[in-house]
């Protein structure tokens, strides 16, 4: 399947996209699952080919930083805020 990018035009594009798909991912050394719209999901792969790192890197730089909220939350507003610098 060919890597997507993801647009700000084109976030949810289906009601499949907007369908939580659990994943399993290891950072920091152990597994971990989080639960994410695939629309989000293709975003943060996006998101880390940008940035010239892996997925799993991504989202321990993610983990690192977020205060109280479960890792699947702070993933998802990383990517709100990384699409609205963008803009």
């Known amino acids: ?9 084109r ?7 907007a369908a939580i ?7 920091a050394g152990h597994r971990t699952s989080v639960s994410l719209e695939e629309a989000f999901w293709r ?5 880390a080919k940008r940035q010239g790192r892996s997925v799993s890197a991504l989202v321990a ?3 690192a930083d977020r205060r109280s909220a479960n890792l699947s939350s ?3 507003v990383f990517i709100l805020r ?6």
């Not at 399947?1 to 035009?9: C, F, H, I, K």
């Not at 798909?21 to 950072?27: G, L, V």
């Open 1 to 9: 399947m060919a890597d997507e990018q993801a647009s700000p035009n």
């Open 11 to 17: 976030i949810v594009s289906s009601p499949a996209d």
């Open 21 to 27: 798909i659990k994943r399993s991912i290891a950072i």
């Open 43 to 47: 975003e943060l792969k996006s998101l």
């Open 61 to 63: 730089a993610v983990d």
């Open 74 to 76: 702070a993933i998802r």
């Open 82 to 87: 990384a699409l609205a610098e963008r803009q």
